[in-house]
Each structure stands twice: as C-alpha cells, then as structure tokens.
C-alpha cells in the first residue's frame, strides 16, 4: 500500500495568516495519463471530511481560492493563504492512483 | 443537491451481522463510483469499499475481504455494505461517498458485546 506521510501533525496559526501542510507518498502518483491523484480534505469538527482540493490543484466547487494546492511525483503541499476561523478542523490528503485509496494521518489546524 | 443518506448502523455484537444502506439523490447515482470509508472513534480515515457504476468492478480494503460486501441498486439510487463477522476494530463511523468527492453525514457502527 502506498504510504502517505503528512507534516506537521498539527499547527496553530493566527487568523490572517499563511499555513502550508506538506503530504509526502511512498510511490509516485503520476498516472500514465497525465494525471496526478493526490486530493485535500478538511474535516470540520463534527462534520464528515469535504473535498477541497482534486488532482493536486484543482478546488472542488465552492471552495475558497484562499486554499491552493501544488506538487508533483511524491511531493504535494496545501497552501492557505489567509487563515479564517472557519478553517478549523483536521486536513487529509489521499491519493487514489493505487487500490487501495490511502490517507495521511490528518493535520489538525486550530486557531491561535 | 448532493445528498447521501447513510442509515443501518448501530451496536453489534462480534461475529454478528449489519446491513448498511446508503440512498443518494441530486445527481444521477446511476453515473457514479461510490465508495465506503469509516473512520474508528478518534482516529484517522480508511477507505473499505469501492464498486464501480454497473457494479462489476469491486475492491475491498484487506481488513474486511471476505466479510463485507458491497453492492448497489442503480434503480433505488442505493448503496449498500453488508458487514458480516463483525470484530471490535470495526467500530467506526462508515461515511458514503460518492466518487472521492461528496460525503455522507456518515453512520456509526459498534461493535461490542
């Protein structure tokens, strides 16, 4: 199974400003067509994970474009430009090129 | 809108048996992969099940092989996990999602005696 490693476990930022989580994967998730499958979760206390980010850098509908997304090949980061309050919760990324669909261990934002 | 509506959970007692359904509406479920991923109290997400749009493509996460299965109702607009010989580590809360990208409020699954 492809092994996905998230850093930090957890940060505390001040709203306002940048945070940046890095999701690193044991293979690569380059697909022969092309497309990286790497994807970003936020799980909002009480809440079931909601999509943010597909294919590494593309943002789910409705979501800020204060949240971005890059990498390639086994290196990805998720980018949030000015952190609201509302961005509490635990972040996932996943990869979905290989069966079966494997998580990192979550980041968990909170709000200084 | 995306609704998936995930219900059968409860308290099991291991070696037992739980059916969990899953009825989608505002999109054409029909058109869709869908998939199960629980999430064990306090931890991290682990993805169970997947079936492909007819039903012919079916993949399992090796902890459950051999005791759930998963099935779907493109006519009922349903999703289905039957989850048989029921151990403790499988007490979670099992989201429907489809494809990777809509999620299910989720339903919990205890398994205890």
């Known amino acids: 199974d492809i092994v996905m490693t998230q850093t930090p476990l957890s940060l505390s930022v001040t709203p306002g400003q940048p945070a940046s989580i890095s999701c690193k994967s044991s293979?690569?998730?380059?697909?022969?067509?092309?497309?990286?499958?790497l994807n970003w979760y936020l799980q909002k206390p009480g809440q079931p994970p909601q999509l943010l980010i597909y294919?590494?850098?593309n943002r789910f509908s409705g979501v800020p474009d204060r949240f971005s997304g890059s990498g390639s090949g086994t290196d990805f980061t998720l980018k949030i430009s000015r952190v609201e309050a509302e961005d509490v919760g635990v972040y996932y990324c996943?990869?979905?090129?290989?069966?079966?669909?494997?998580f990192g261990q979550g980041t968990r934002l909170e709000i200084k | 809108e995306v609704q998936l509506v995930e219900s059968g959970g409860g308290l099991a007692q291991p070696g037992g048996s739980l059916r969990l359904s899953c009825a989608a509406s505002g999109f054409t479920f029909s058109n869709y992969e869908m998939n199960w991923v629980r999430q064990a109290p306090g931890k991290g997400l682990e993805w169970v099940s997947y079936?492909?749009?007819?039903?012919?493509?079916?993949y399992y996460a090796d902890s459950v092989k051999g005791r759930f299965t998963i099935s779907r109702d493109n006519a009922k607009n349903s999703l289905y996990l039957l989850m048989n010989s029921l151990r403790a580590e499988d007490t979670a809360v099992y989201y429907c999602?489809?494809?990777?990208?809509?999620w299910g409020q989720g339903t919990l699954v205890t398994v205890s005696s």
């Open positions: 999602v489809r494809r990777l990208d809509n």
């Open positions: 293979q690569s998730l380059l697909h022969s067509d092309g497309r990286t499958f």
């Open positions: 079936i492909s749009i007819s039903g012919s493509i079916i």
């Open positions: 996943m990869q979905n090129i290989h069966v079966p669909p494997t």
């Open positions: 294919e590494v850098s």
